[in-house]
């Protein structure tokens, strides 16, 4: 006991200049800390859903009972959610298989009375209340901030979507059709769409039998359609047409480059178009000059200002960090994640494991598999290598702050690897 509450000493002037108190949480249950390094509530499980709130569950017969909690650990409701999650600004329950909506201070805004439910991005909710896994249409219902329900005039097969510049795509029935509704449930843009993608600032992919276009939430064509596909990156669409690829801006339209390469599939990584052939990845810039190349096996993925790219065989050293450019800066490793950001800089935890491949000689075809026992963590900072790959699990909590497991000990973490609060998960069972 008195380690833990040295540690817990150790821990207050880091936890000082934090936005809100941490919520550490390991396989024995959780805890939350104060941004002066004092604990303000333990639980058989914990975690934030943002904005101050966290949730913490407690261990019943039945399963779990959560419990929301605010940033000084005080409960603003019962034990009585069997969830508890935030999407958007929403905060939303689940209590005996159905879903509802909570306010900030605990209170229930929308009864658990839906199968789904979103915030619909103005003055409330969008839900169902019919089965989602069976084939039978759902009617989309209204419900205001108070919990008042309206019936719109749509129906859909394709659950709830995301609620983006006030339309959500919906798959109208009868004519199996996608459309979009408006934030209270009704059809804004009517079914007449082969595929539809959600808005975003002010223009959405959809299809006809004539190709893909841009829609506006007017439903007006802002580019007719008739490509073959099109990509949303950052800050831009590729229009793409065979082997030709026009990129333009994703504002106003703007051209800015063309990609001409004969027998390649494209995908967007971020902020720039990648061309995929048998023999190698090159990715482009939007004004459609070539920036880097790989191997014909490689995957790329933007990660902060950099590339993740994983070159060779799965489970093999060969996945690292490198810069646009195609300039590894990083040892490599089997695998790396990318983990978020601190003080600006980018955070990554690079993987060893045990892995290998078996042929199998009636599929033709080879499967890899991994040891998740030897599976180990390490820390890199901008591609910099800052703690080995010696840990069973590395989190990023907040600025040089990380949650790691060790074996059967958990707890908070340095950047320099110094241990600043740890708990032995066994015990805490």
Not at 15 to 28: C, I, K, Q, W, Y
Not at 31 to 48: I, K, N, P
Not at 214 to 228: I, M, N, V
Not at 330 to 353: E, I, K, N
């Amino acid at each position: 006991m008195k380690k833990r509450l040295l540690c817990i000493v150790m821990i207050a002037a880091l936890f000082s200049a934090a936005a809100e108190p941490v919520a550490l949480r390991h396989a024995g249950g959780g805890a939350l800390f104060s941004q002066d390094g004092m604990e303000l509530l333990r639980a058989d499980d914990l975690f934030s859903l943002g904005q101050g709130l966290f949730a913490a569950g407690y261990r019943r017969s039945g399963g779990m009972a959560y419990c929301l909690v605010n940033a000084g650990g005080e409960r603003l409701s019962g034990e009585e959610f069997d969830a508890l999650a935030q999407l958007d600004d929403a905060l939303l329950f689940r209590k005996d298989g159905l879903v509802g909506a909570l306010r900030e201070d605990g209170s229930v805004a929308v009864p658990a009375a839906y199968t789904a439910l979103i915030p619909n991005g103005a003055d409330g909710y969008l839900a169902l209340k019919g089965d989602l896994l069976d084939n039978e249409s759902d009617q989309i219902y209204y419900v205001d901030a108070d919990g008042s329900e309206i019936t719109s005039d749509a129906k859909t097969l394709s659950g709830l979507d995301a609620v983006r510049d006030g339309r959500m795509r919906a798959l109208q029935p009868d004519a199996n059709l996608y459309g979009y509704v408006d934030a209270r449930g009704n059809w804004a843009i009517q079914p007449q769409f082969q595929t539809a993608d959600c808005f975003r600032d002010g223009l959405a992919v959809a299809s006809n039998e004539r190709g893909y276009g841009l829609l506006d939430a007017d439903g007006r064509w802002r580019l007719a359609p008739s490509r073959r596909r099109i990509l949303r990156g950052e800050g831009f669409f590729a229009l793409i047409s065979g082997s030709r690829v026009e990129i333009v801006r994703s504002d106003n339209l703007v051209p800015l480059g063309v990609v001409v390469v004969r027998g390649a599939s494209f995908a967007v990584v971020g902020p720039y178009l990648m061309a995929m052939t048998e023999d190698s990845v090159v990715l482009y810039d939007t004004a459609g000059a070539e920036i880097a190349a790989f191997g014909g096996m490689a995957s790329v993925g933007a990660a902060g200002r950099w590339l993740i790219v994983s070159d060779g065989v799965w489970g093999e050293a060969c996945c690292g960090v490198y810069t646009p450019d195609g300039t590894l800066v990083s040892a490599l490793y089997p695998q790396v994640l990318y983990l978020g950001t601190s003080s600006g800089r980018d955070v990554f935890a690079c993987l060893a494991m045990d892995a290998w491949g078996e042929y199998d000689e009636e599929l033709g075809e080879t499967h890899y598999a991994v040891d998740e026992s030897s599976v180990r963590y390490g820390l890199l900072l901008d591609g910099k290598e800052l703690l080995p790959p010696e840990y069973t699990y590395l989190q990023l909590l907040s600025d040089g702050l990380l949650y790691a497991e060790d074996g059967e000990e958990c707890g908070l973490l340095g950047f320099d690897g110094e241990w600043l609060y740890r708990i032995d998960m066994e015990n805490e069972k």
